[in-house]
Every structure is written in C-alpha cells, then in structure tokens.
C-alpha cells in the first residue's frame, strides 16, 4: 500500500490530509516559525525537536506550486520554517531563478540537502532547468532522492561530496543542515565518496560550452570546491556560495576576491538589488544574523555579470 502524507499548500496555507492531532501540531509549528523569525529563528529548532518526538516517522508535504512538491520529516527543525510564511527562503537565489526563468542552463546543487532548490529550478515556474543534485549523506540522499521521484524524476541525483579532488572523505554531524568533512573517523559518520566539479565535464553531466549555475553549499568545503572547478569557472558559469553569518571575516568571499578571478556580487535586500562588492567590509551590514547562511554569486563570465547587474 501506498503511504500517504499530510499536505500543506503553500499558496493557500491549507493542510490536506493530516489528522486533528497533526492539524493541530502544524498550527503550533506555524506560529512559532512567525513568532521565531523576528530574532533569526533562535530556538525555532529546539521547540520542533519536542514536537516531533510526538510523532516520529512521520513525514509532510509542501506544495511550492501545483506541481513541484517537496516532502520533508514533519516538524523537522530546518525545514519546517516553510510554515511560516514570514519570510522568503534564502531570497537571494529565489530572486536570481526568477529573473533568470527565460534562460536555459544547468543547475549544479551542490550540498543538495532534500533538494529544495533542484525541486523548483526543474519545475516549470523557474524554467524546467537541467539540474544535478548532488548530496553526501546517505540517509539525507535518501530523501532528495524520494523528491526526485515525487517529482517525475525531473532532476539527477549523485550521492557524492564535492571538493579539491576526486577520492574518499569521512562525513561527520548529526544534523542533516550541518554536516562536515573530516579527515578522521568517528563512530557517528560515514565515508562517501568525492568528486571536482570539473569531473562533471568529463563524466557527460555537464555539457561543453553549456551554461551552468552551481550553488555551493557544502559546509565549509567552498573553498576546496572551487579549487576543483578552474575549467567550469572558465567558462558561462556563475557560483552561488554560502557564506555564513556566523563568520564575521567572511572567508569564502574574501578567498574569492583576493585569489581568483571571478567578479563578486551580493543581493542586498534593503537596495533591493544585487551589489558588485569590491570589499569583504560591505557584508558586515549585509549578514545580519550569526545563526544563518547569506548567499555571495561569483562570475568570470559577462553573460552572468549581464544578468546579475540587470
């Protein structure tokens, strides 16, 4: 038998499918996303912890649009901010997929996590875009790739870390948002198997001469990934990496302003647009809050400069 799951729709902010019980707990979880995102959504984590200790196992259903749905644990502390409604979802990319819909390009989601952002570049609202999920963790791939299905399998799926050099690294953390490469074992993690971005190239999954858009968000292996993509930057290609508010010498874009070409740009949403930034010094009033991940975009290639300054 086929397991059905409880479906908040987004658009409506209706619930199908849940019972009073779990009707009743999304409601708690929706107020306190509301309530949380007025202080960065300090202790938003811990209160959905509680809740799902209530309900363990249980998954549920976000409808993005009619027809992209991302599932996810219910009550999961990261995710479950897709509740509330306060606030866009790292708007800073969402802004750039939507103004660059009219394109054509390939999506390298790199530190796919469930695939929130492969769900939506492949639907028809942000271009039905090419996409390659790719993913660490097993028991996190598991669920992106449950989303690809759950999508008509319109996106590709590689279980893989991304870095430096193609080989073998340890995954550590217990956190599906917050995992880490080491290179020592630990009773907790798990060895998976590493490519470079470049190697996408080689294998067929990124096409020669095609424009691609990678989002890094590989928890602290940025840096590494671009070290192992010197072809693809080359080339009609723009980056969009995490650079956490928690670090305040802002290390993935000072590396990219001091030791590689590419041009910086940062959404600033009090100007309402993406800023060229020639100094690391401007993100101190961009980055906000310490507890989450900014977006900086990183370009050698006058078709996405175009685009970004547009």
Not at 45 to 51: P, V
Not at 274 to 284: M, P, Q
């Amino acid at each position: 038998m086929t397991a059905t799951y409880p479906q908040f729709d987004s658009a409506t902010g209706t619930i199908h499918g849940a019972t009073p019980f779990e009707w009743t707990l999304l409601r708690a979880i929706q107020l306190g996303a509301r309530i949380s995102a007025l202080w960065g959504y300090r202790g938003f984590g811990a209160c959905c912890r509680i809740l799902q200790r209530l309900i363990p196992g249980r998954a549920f259903t976000v409808m993005l649009a009619h027809d992209t749905a991302f599932r996810f644990p219910f009550a999961d502390g990261y995710w479950s901010m897709l509740f509330g409604g306060a606030e866009i979802y790292e708007p800073e990319i969402e802004g750039f997929l939507k103004r660059t819909s009219g394109e054509k390009y390939t999506l390298v989601d790199c530190g796919a996590n469930y695939g929130y952002w492969s769900v939506l570049a492949s639907g028809p609202r942000y271009g039905s875009q090419r996409v390659v999920a790719i993913e660490p963790a097993s028991d996190t791939f598991t669920i992106l790739k449950s989303n690809a299905v759950l999508n008509g399998n319109r996106f590709a799926c590689i279980r893989m870390a991304v870095g430096a050099r193609s080989g073998r690294v340890h995954l550590s953390g217990y956190k599906h948002e917050a995992r880490a490469v080491t290179d020592a074992d630990d009773i907790d993690g798990e060895n998976v198997g590493m490519l470079t971005l470049d190697s996408l190239i080689d294998d067929g999954h990124i096409g020669t001469g095609e424009k691609t858009v990678v989002k890094l968000d590989v928890e602290g292996l940025e840096i590494a990934a671009l070290a192992g993509s010197r072809r693809l930057l080359e080339s009609d290609c723009v980056v969009i990496c995490e650079d956490h508010g928690s670090d305040r010498n802002h290390t993935v874009s000072r590396h990219i302003l001091e030791k590689t070409p590419l041009k910086l740009f940062c959404y600033d949403l009090v100007l309402g647009r993406f800023e060229n930034i020639t100094n690391v010094a401007a993100l101190d009033r961009i980055k906000r809050f310490r507890n989450r991940g900014y977006n900086v975009f990183a370009t050698a290639s006058p078709y996405w400069e175009a685009r970004l300054r547009a």
